[in-house]
């Protein structure tokens, strides 16, 4: 049989756990809150460049090399291509990921986002949930792509 642990202070337990949650929670609102103002900020560096290219601006990198929380890039992709009306490129969902974490889109920075969701594509084509539809015939320098979309049943 199974042993269920006793505490002699139920209460203390209880409240760290609802703390933990509170500030799990709090934790994840600042999260989302720098991702808004990381990307606003780009975007009025860009606006002010737009009007003077030689302007001396201030730039909000964040760092483009941080973790994924554990599936998180997974379920982007997943979702991107059951909502989307045709298969995509891994360009194109690295692209909306870049932009979705609110990284500047620069060539490096798409280019990392692609090794990583070219990796979570290779991952879900070995589970079945992926499918390789052929490749793009309108492409950069750097094509061909290979088009993936969600396995059909």
Known sequence: MEQETV???ELTVAG?????????LALEEHREAV???TLHLYHI????LILDPKASI????????????????????????????GPMTSRQLAELWTHECGYEPNETTINAMRRRISS????????????????????DANG?????RIQSS
């Not at 703390?19 to 799990?24: A, D, F, P, T, Y």
């Open 35 to 37: 991702k808004r103002l």
């Open 58 to 85: 201030v730039r909000s990198k964040p760092n483009n090399h941080n973790r994924a929380k554990k599936g998180s890039i997974k379920r982007f992709v997943l979702n991107t291509l059951r909502e989307s009306s």
């Open 7 to 9: 505490f002699d202070r």
């Open 16 to 24: 760290l756990i609802a703390k933990q949650r509170e500030l799990s």
């Open 45 to 48: 560096s860009e606006a002010i």
């Open 144 to 148: 061909p792509y290979k088009l993936w």
């Open 120 to 139: 979570c594509i290779k991952a879900s084509v070995n589970q079945g949930l992926l499918e390789d539809v052929g490749q793009t015939t309108d492409h």
